[in-house]
């Protein structure tokens, strides 16, 4: 079993920027590929980073350039640095994570861009 817990998330001016981070239960080693997702009112879940145990990283189009994944394994820990944010940035954040064949998610984090 893997827990996640996030933080980080909050309350923040457009232009403005916030680190979220996601702790796992057990190494960063032992985890495959880990995420960012975020929910938005009325939409759909969708994917903002993902990274792989090895480190290589995939963005969606609308955070590119924005927006940063990092892990550190032996902290068994994910971020993911957000800048320039903007008000379309709002939404509920889910640490993500594939560990022993299955999918686990974190709690979530609101995160809140104010115009």
């Known amino acids: 079993q893997l827990r996640l817990v996030e933080s980080g998330g909050g309350l923040v001016q457009a232009g403005g920027s916030l680190r979220l981070s996601c702790a796992a239960s057990v190494s960063g080693f032992s985890i495959s590929d880990m995420g960012w997702y975020r929910q938005a009112p009325g939409r759909q879940r969708e994917l903002v980073a993902g990274?792989?145990?090895?480190?290589?990283?995939n963005y969606a189009d609308s955070v590119k350039g924005r927006f940063t994944i990092t892990r550190d394994n032996a902290k068994n820990t994910v971020y993911l640095q957000m800048s320039s944010l903007k008000p379309e940035d709002t939404a509920v954040y889910y640490c993500?994570?594939?560990?022993?064949?299955?999918?686990?998610w974190g709690q979530g984090t609101q995160v809140t861009v104010s115009s």
């Open positions: 993500n994570a594939r560990y022993l064949l299955s999918t686990y």
């Open positions: 990274i792989t145990r090895a480190g290589s990283t």
